[in-house]
């Protein structure tokens, strides 16, 4: 019987962390959602999202003291990543977020980034300069993360709509061109 070389099976865990997210377990599979006719209707030339739920109460202070949450956020697209400064697919986001952010900013699209570092602000400060992260960054807790129903595995990321409803939920890392289609068939 032949075996599997060592290095082999350690590269084949890393390449499904890569693309599941960053957890040791794997993450419960979110149910099927049902369309509502809104998305429906949404128009043949955008993608109809489905209406997952209306997105809770949250409020969180970004990394400069300033609130940042669903009220301050009213009227916004708003993509609401869980992530943390030690998860590569977290990391792998970022450039694609940030030129999100800056290219649909002024149509009313804000990127949270919520941190689940458990090393602290100052770790995630220093993240930011480093890799240049041009959108709200904040320190998650355990009342938002109960809010969202929990998190198995990270990146989660939320897409909001303008009227406050969840309309996706993906967990693991999504190329930024799909991403985008998403986030353009809401603005």
Same mark, same amino acid.
């Given at each position: ?17 890569? @693309? ?61 990543? @869980? ?43 220093? @993240? ?60």
């Amino acid at each position: 019987m032949k075996t599997t070389p060592r290095f082999a099976l350690i590269g084949l865990t890393a390449l499904a962390f890569g @693309f599941a997210g960053c957890s040791p377990r794997k993450p419960d599979t979110p149910p099927v959602p049902k369309v509502t006719a809104d998305a429906a209707q949404s128009g043949a030339s955008k993608m109809a999202l489905p209406v997952i739920g209306p997105v809770p109460a949250w409020s969180l202070k970004d990394l400069n003291g300033e609130p940042v949450g669903s009220e301050q956020l009213k009227g916004k697209v708003v993509v609401l990543d @869980f992530w943390a400064t030690w998860c590569p697919p977290c990391i792998k986001e970022i450039p694609g977020y940030t030129e999100l952010a800056q290219k649909y900013g002024p149509d009313g699209l804000v990127i949270v980034g919520v941190s689940l570092d458990q090393a602290g602000p100052d770790a995630v400060k220093t @993240f930011r300069e480093r890799f240049k992260v041009n959108y709200p960054l904040a320190m998650g807790d355990e009342t938002i993360v109960a809010a969202f129903g929990g998190i198995e595995a990270i990146p989660t990321t939320f897409l909001i709509d303008r009227e406050g409803r969840i309309r996706d939920r993906k967990v693991g890392l999504e190329p930024t061109d799909s991403y985008e289609k998403k986030i353009q068939s809401l603005l």
